[in-house]
């Protein structure tokens, strides 16, 4: 009796855990946890002052929960060794030295796209529009839009409404963001141009994980790299690539 309970105890701190790692930049209250997690106020607030002592969990002065350092430490370390990685980093490092522009692996957390590799190629002037372990809502870069894209039109809204304070500063609306979107999904990669920095452009194409699921692979450069002609092929070339690996990109078309 007393190993279940314990075991009970551990399920239910690591989904607190992953509920904060959900909500990490802006922060999660125990009662939105509590909800979430199916548990009493008071069983979700000891729990997270557990995680807060070991350091996994930090608490703000708004009494929000965010990822502490521990938890940091764990997904850095884990990174640079992730399954996903290892496969799709000499993929990344060939696409680099063709293109001579900085490859960049994502995944979808949350609402967020999480960069968790990038690999530079030779080009003198770099266009590092994300750090390893830098997050950036959904729908904004290339990365960030062809993951967006794959979801059903109501989780897009229900993002947008969620950050709409991470577009609005960008000047993207609901209606821009579904153009964005219907853009990706006819063309089955998705095409950026200054929407996370001025004078740089990104190629993203989402791919189907083998457990399911979708990452996404994108080529990130200054505007002058980035014409039409050349993000036809910097997507072709992303394509052939993944297949040659035995991924498949994720075609999700504009009716879908």
């Known amino acids: 009796m007393a190993e279940a309970r314990g075991t009970q105890a551990v399920d239910r701190a690591l989904g607190l855990l992953q509920a904060v790692a959900a909500s990490h930049l802006e922060g999660i209250g125990v009662r939105a946890l509590a909800e979430q997690m199916n548990l009493d106020r008071t069983t979700a607030y000891r729990l997270m002052s557990s995680l807060v002592a070991s350091g996994f969990v930090e608490r703000d002065a708004r009494r929000n929960y965010r990822l502490g350092?521990?938890?940091?430490?764990?997904?850095?370390?884990?990174?640079?060794?992730?399954?996903?990685?290892?496969?799709?980093?000499?993929?990344m490092l060939r696409l680099a030295r063709l293109t001579e522009d900085t490859?960049?692996?994502?995944?979808?957390?949350?609402?967020?796209?999480h960069c968790i590799h990038c690999e530079e190629g030779a080009f003198p002037v770099k266009a590092m529009v994300l750090?390893?372990?830098g997050m950036r809502v959904l729908g904004i870069g290339s990365a960030g839009m062809t993951l967006l894209a794959q979801l059903a039109d109501e989780q897009i809204e229900a993002i947008y409404?969620?950050?709409?304070?991470?577009?609005?500063?960008?000047g993207i609306t609901l209606a821009a963001l579904r153009r964005?979107?219907?853009?990706?999904?006819?063309?089955?990669?998705?095409?950026?141009?200054?929407?996370?920095?001025?004078?740089?452009?990104?190629v993203g194409m989402g791919f189907d994980l083998p457990q399911g699921?979708?990452?996404a692979i994108s080529i990130a450069a200054i505007a002058p790299r980035m014409q039409p002609d050349r993000r036809v092929?910097?997507?072709?070339q992303i394509a052939a690539e993944?297949?040659?690996?035995?991924?498949?990109?994720?075609m999700r078309g504009e009716a879908a």
Not at 70 to 89: H, K, T
Not at 161 to 170: H, Y
Request: charged share 20%; net charge positive; glycine share 10%.
């Open 69 to 91: 350092l521990q938890a940091m430490q764990l997904g850095l370390a884990a990174m640079n060794r992730a399954p996903l990685v290892e496969m799709c980093r000499p993929m």
């Open 103 to 113: 490859v960049f692996l994502v995944v979808r957390n949350g609402d967020y796209a």
């Open 131 to 133: 750090q390893i372990g």
């Open 161 to 170: 409404t969620r950050r709409q304070d991470e577009f609005t500063p960008r």
């Open 180 to 202: 964005l979107v219907l853009d990706t999904r006819q063309k089955r990669y998705s095409a950026t141009l200054g929407l996370v920095t001025e004078g740089v452009g990104g």
């Open 213 to 215: 699921g979708h990452a």
């Open 233 to 236: 092929w910097i997507a072709e």
């Open 242 to 250: 993944l297949r040659a690996i035995g991924l498949s990109p994720s």
